[in-house]
């Protein structure tokens, strides 16, 4: 099974559990709830900027702040960075104890605290490769996909089938 990403690097998806024949978002209903929850989140998360960048422009010069390229952490404690900014933060998961915060949401505070705090990957800090193994062998969507189709069907849903998804839409505009 293929694993793909939507929208932002970072949270992959297996393409069979979220994906139709044609290659399009399944129905909310239809995708496994674990992977709706990271699906409905990146709604809100595909044009936020990196948060390194954030926290060292601030709101007052966010035109200087880059569109976030990945995602890392978990829904609402996740962690938004750039390409250029992806190298501090997986030094600091790797080499600062970041991993121990794996699969909590206290993550992203802890990365903004330790990068506020002057926290930086070395220079020569490589971080990641990333590289596609058989980029014609998997059917990828569109890698910043317009997600007005899934706002659509969560709008057109009564607030009793959003409830029965089993996940927090508090953030969107649904």
């Given amino acids: 099974m293929a694993k793909v990403s939507i929208g932002l690097r970072g949270w992959r998806f297996d393409e069979e559990s979220i994906l139709d024949d044609d290659g399009d978002l399944k129905p909310m209903a239809r995708i496994p709830e674990d992977d709706r929850e990271r699906i409905a989140r990146l709604t809100t998360l595909v044009t936020k ?100 189709p899934l706002e659509e069907e969560l709008a057109n849903m009564s607030e009793e089938e959003r409830k029965a998804l089993g996940v927090d839409f508090s953030d969107l505009d649904v």
């Fill in 49 to 148: 900027p990196c948060d390194a960048c954030w926290l060292i422009h601030g709101k007052a010069e966010q035109r200087k702040c880059r569109q976030a390229q990945v995602v890392y952490g978990e829904p609402l404690g996740e962690v938004l960075l750039c390409d250029r900014h992806e190298a501090d933060f997986l030094y600091w998961f790797r080499e600062e104890m970041g991993h121990e915060l794996a699969g909590s949401r206290h993550m992203q505070n802890a990365f903004h605290q330790w990068f506020a705090d002057g926290g930086r990957a070395p220079d020569d800090y490589e971080g990641t490769e990333h590289v596609d193994t058989d980029p014609d062998g998997v059917k990828q969507p569109d890698p910043n996909p317009q997600l007005d």
